[in-house]
């Protein structure tokens, strides 16, 4: 979209799209998403889905804030883990990985292991919950992407500049040439009950889009245009 189409700059402060309330948290902050006037919609933008990776709801607030009324086409999620976030916590609020707690035929019960910086071992654990879709926030979602049906979901992670997406879709494709990020269809380490994983038991398209390692004004220069097409559809979903 060009600059002249979007909202001016001075009342870029606040989101002005509706939005509704899908579930709760297991603080009881509201879980929320923002949809297109009809209510429906082909694509779920998803941010935060780990509570230590918040420059992803950064970006994604800054495409919707510049976005006119009336334009959003896709359906977004500016935060999937509120009590990590405010945490700074890449799990919820009892330390759980929600991107290992969806119902899929390889969850795990054993905790997983992440780094929390570039150089560090992968050594940091966290529990996968008490049994697939065991916590409030993940029941949502799931619930959420229930009601929608849409044709694919992009989940923001960051920071591994890359584009995954193990149905190597057209979609996906697309995002990594746009982004100019590489586009990989395995992430390299196992990722037992992902949401990747659950989406592709599903037949539905998810593809991970992981911010670099920049700043904030870097990140918001380079990703704000190209959320702002995939929130208008201006993206194939399909080859031609």
Known sequence: MTEQALVPRRDRGEIRHPHETYGTSIDGLPLTVYLPDEKRTDVVILAAIHGDESETTVVVSEALRCLPMGELRAAVILCGNPD?????????????????????????????????????ARDIALTTG??????????????????????????????????????????????????????LTEIGYPTPGSMGTWAGEQKLNLVTLELEDASLYTLKDRHVPILLDLMTDRFELEAR
Do not use: M
Request: with cysteine.
């Open 84 to 120: 990590g976030l405010l945490r700074g916590t890449r799990g919820n609020a009892r330390g759980v990985d929600l991107n290992r707690n969806f119902p899929t035929s390889n969850w795990s019960a054993d905790p997983v292991f992440y780094k929390s910086r570039a150089n560090d």
């Open 130 to 183: 008490s049994a697939p879709a065991s916590e409030p926030e993940t029941r949502a979602l799931l619930a959420l992407l229930e009601r929608l049906q849409p044709r694919a979901i992009v989940s923001l992670h960051s920071a591994l500049a890359c584009v995954d997406d193990s149905g190597a879709s057209h979609l996906g494709k697309q995002l990594a040439d746009r982004c100019a990020l590489p586009f």
